[in-house]
C-alpha cells in the first residue's frame, strides 16, 4: 500500500517510516502507528505520523 495516502494509514498498524534526521541516509524505523499528524488526504513524501515510542516520521512503507 502507498504510505503518501492517508487513508491507507490506521492506527494501529505497522508501518516503517523515515525520521527527519534520516531523511539523507534513507534509514528506516519500524513501529505501530499511534496518531496520524499530517491533515491533508495525501503527501508526496509520506504521512507524517507518531509512532508508540513517540518516534515521529514519514510513511515509507505498510508492512501487512
Known amino acids: 500500500m502507498d504510505g503518501t495516502v492517508r487513508s491507507n494509514i490506521k492506527p494501529g498498524m505497522r508501518v516503517q517510516i523515515v525520521q527527519k534526521q534520516d531523511q ?3 534509514k528506516l ?3 505501530i502507528v499511534k496518531r ?3 491533515n491533508s488526504a495525501n503527501h508526496s513524501r509520506g504521512i507524517k505520523v507518531m509512532l508508540e515510542d513517540g518516534t515521529v ?3 515509507q512503507n505498510i508492512c501487512e
Open 24 to 26: 539523507r541516509s534513507g
Open 57 to 59: 516520521g514519514r510513511v
Open 36 to 38: 496520524l499528524l499530517t
Open 29 to 31: 524505523t519500524d513501529g
